[in-house]
């Protein structure tokens, strides 16, 4: 699946997108999120803080505790501020 | 009749409110949001998530236009850089009579604020900061559920 990356998110990861497989234990966005922190560092400070961390399942707003099975694009981002 | 867009370049309201007040409707309100010139903001940079915002957009025009009846919906939110002063949303409602025309708009920016992906980023002397989202947002938006 394609995950992708706004804001200071995208900043603090260092990329704005990439290609990912994570594995079948990976149900939910913040399982996704787990799983990410895990994979270094950078990852690990970035994603610290779930509770201001927001993200949508191809394209549509989501909770953290939402699933992804079958998702072909996930995005994380911070609350927006738009208007 | 509904339209969005979102350009990189000024927001021109004249020509979005003339549109809209050629559709024979009895009342057109609207909402410009402008770059405000204050803690010393140099330039205010926009970014979206490209696809999604669309579909917001277009989802919120949508919804409004059938709470209210409407006869025409208009939201333009600019991204990429603009400076202070700038507009940077405009929303339009087109109605046969007032009440559902300004009470349409108010629900447009309330709304769009809490439900479409975008991030300002502010440029100032010192540097830049990405401005944090208000609970008072939060809060504005769901007086219409």
Not at chain 2, 15 to 43: I, K, M, N, W
């Amino acid at each position: 699946m394609e995950l992708l990356y706004f804001a200071w998110v995208r900043e603090r990861m260092g990329r704005a997108s990439e290609r990912i497989a994570p594995p079948p234990e990976v149900v939910t966005v913040a399982d996704l999120i787990a799983w990410l922190r895990a994979r270094g560092a950078v990852e690990d400070a970035a994603l610290a803080d779930a509770s201001r961390l927001r993200a949508a399942v191809d394209q549509v707003f989501v909770g953290l505790d939402a699933p992804i099975a079958g998702a072909r694009e996930i995005a994380l981002f911070p609350p927006v501020t738009g208007g | 009749m509904i339209r969005v867009l979102l350009p990189t370049a000024p927001i021109d309201v004249a020509a979005e409110l003339a549109a809209l007040e050629a559709g024979g409707a009895g009342a057109v309100a609207s909402f410009t949001g402008l770059v405000r010139r204050d803690d010393g903001v140099e330039a205010l940079e926009l970014e979206h998530y490209p696809g999604a915002t669309d579909a917001a957009l277009l989802k919120l025009a949508e919804a409004a236009a059938a709470r209210w009846s409407l006869l025409a919906v208009t939201v333009v939110h600019r991204v990429g850089r603009m400076l202070p002063g700038e507009r940077i949303v405009f929303v339009a409602a087109a109605a046969r009579h007032r009440a559902a025309a300004l009470e349409a708009c108010a629900y447009l920016i309330d709304r769009l604020k809490t439900d479409a992906p975008f991030w300002k980023r502010e440029e100032t002397a010192e540097g830049a900061r990405w401005v944090e989202a208000r609970a008072t947002d939060d809060h504005a938006a769901r007086r219409w559920e």
